[in-house]
């Protein structure tokens, strides 16, 4: 069964911050994978997904992540965080292929941004 | 363009009653899932179904919990007899076809008195 783990409950930076919040997913075979973002009061949004090729993937908003097979891994990186980066992120998992079907989430990160 | 709509928001059940919530999915989507966030947990997949049919329900539990997506009219999660651990926000997405990105409603809370 694939699992996900995100490594922080909740990261506060203030504004002008490199962010990079961790996620590592268990699963013996080929991987899609996805970072969500939920803004405060809103639903969830697809931030940038990889399936193939590039393992590193850029994204809306400046966000970009990378795919490390070897350490089972998908950190989502910004270089320099504004406060309306303020939301929950979630990343996700789908078994490969290029079906998404089920989606395995992590438990989300919680990313307050301070002006 | 209306994206996904889920009804109602918030819902309240006494331990017993069942409980329905809808899923309309975006417009030429005939793709639906439905996931459910329990407190401080991330969100757990429980069903994808494509019109009139079921694909995976390896998510639901085995008892209580149905759901369906008829040719015509929004995807329905039902729940019957409901118990305290049945409160949670269920999530709905949906796909123009199974390779396309899933686009969330904005959830229902269902709270069990």
């Known amino acids: 069964a694939q699992s996900v783990s995100q490594h922080n409950h909740h990261v506060i930076l203030s504004e002008a911050a490199s962010l990079e919040l961790g996620c590592n997913y268990s699963y013996g075979g080929t991987v899609n994978l996805f970072w969500y973002v939920q803004y405060p009061g809103q639903h969830l949004q697809l931030l940038l997904k990889y399936f193939s090729g590039d393992p590193l993937v850029k994204g809306i908003k400046g966000f970009e992540a990378e795919f490390i097979k070897s350490k089972f891994s998908f950190n989502l990186r910004k270089p320099s965080v504004q406060w309306s980066d303020t939301a929950e992120y979630f990343c996700a998992v789908s078994a490969g292929g290029t079906s998404y079907g089920k989606l395995t989430f992590g438990q989300g990160t919680i990313l307050t941004v301070h002006p | 363009n209306a994206g996904v709509m889920q009804n109602p928001r918030h819902l309240v059940r006494r331990r017993g009653q069942e409980a329905r919530l809808r899923c309309s999915p975006m417009k030429g989507h005939s793709h639906v899932y439905w996931y459910r966030q329990l407190p401080e947990e991330g969100l757990k997949f429980m069903v994808y179904?494509?019109?009139?049919?079921?694909?995976?329900e390896s998510g639901m539990p085995k008892e209580r919990f149905s759901a369906e997506f008829p040719k015509e009219g929004p995807s329905i999660l039902r729940i019957q007899q409901v118990v305290r651990g049945d409160s949670a926000a269920y999530f709905c997405?949906?796909?123009?076809?199974?390779?396309?990105?899933?686009?969330f409603g904005d959830g229902t809370r269902l709270s069990i008195l």
């Open positions: 997405a949906s796909s123009r076809e199974g390779d396309q990105p899933q686009h």
């Open positions: 179904l494509q019109k009139e049919n079921i694909i995976d």
